[in-house]
């Protein structure tokens, strides 16, 4: 391999020419987390990469980098089956005890990953178009090398469309719209500068949330339940918000 792009947790993309490359990090740097790899030069590109490298003292050093075949297989698809492009999240403790959430971004349409042995949760999705969390939570084991994980997801559309607007008539700009009950995580996605939005509920009765962009603790609430039965909105989804 004489040309590749190295990525890690956090910090800007390596590159590597002839096989070597090299990189400054910040001096409060303790341990770098190397999860993914782009090769450029050839055509089995099936490798990855999952190497975790403590920073010394001194702050310089010298690491060897071992690409590895994939050993977990995710296949993503969009509701037309096409493979979906953003990225995913996996919590994860391996044998020595180490936890961490990382990111998984697709390789050629493949989710496929290299992991070490230990215990690993499948937790989210995050579909940037409208920057929404679909929630997986799949829990999955890596013993000697094998993974127990076979895994197939096919994302729901968004099926519910609306709007925000505030009581008072003022300017809604952009934001998060979150929908909360009892019994599952919040979900949000992304209010456009014009107010409108989209979002995929399951069937439930909701509690609706506005937070506008970059006002902390400017969080409002709407003054009505937000219910979805048979995956349809049952009242008004231009939502009024009182702050």
Not at 45 to 67: H, M
Not at 169 to 184: D, M, W
Not at 222 to 229: C, I, L, P, T
Request: net charge negative; charged share 20%; hydrophobic share 35%.
């Amino acid at each position: 391999m004489k040309k590749a792009t190295i990525f890690d947790e956090g910090h800007d993309p390596i590159q590597i020419l002839n096989g070597a490359g090299g990189a400054t990090v910040h001096s409060d740097i303790k341990q770098i987390l190397f999860t993914n790899v782009t090769i450029q030069d050839q055509k089995d590109t099936d490798w990855d990469l999952f190497d975790l490298y403590q920073v010394p003292e001194n702050g310089t050093g010298e690491i060897t980098l071992t690409l590895k075949r994939p050993n977990v297989i995710i296949d993503l698809k969009d509701s037309k089956g096409r493979p979906l492009t953003s990225s995913l999240e996996v919590l994860g403790k391996d044998a020595s005890g180490w936890e961490q959430s990382y990111r998984i971004d697709p390789i050629n349409g493949k989710y496929n990953c290299y992991l070490p042995d230990g215990s690993y949760q499948l937790y989210a999705y995050y579909h940037y178009p409208i920057r929404q969390y679909y929630y997986l939570n799949k829990r999955f084991t890596v013993a000697n090398g094998v993974s127990d994980l076979s895994f197939s997801w096919q994302m729901p559309d968004p099926n519910i469309s609306g709007t925000v607007a505030f009581n008072d008539g003022a300017n809604v700009g952009s934001g998060y719209i979150s929908f909360s009950n009892s019994s599952s995580t919040d979900l949000s996605a992304w209010v456009n500068d014009d107010g409108t939005f989209q979002i995929y509920l399951p069937d439930g009765n909701y509690r609706a949330a506005y937070q506008p962009t970059g006002e902390i603790g400017g969080q409002c609430w709407a003054d009505e339940a937000f219910v979805v039965r048979n995956g349809k909105a049952e009242a008004d989804t231009d939502l009024i918000f009182f702050h």
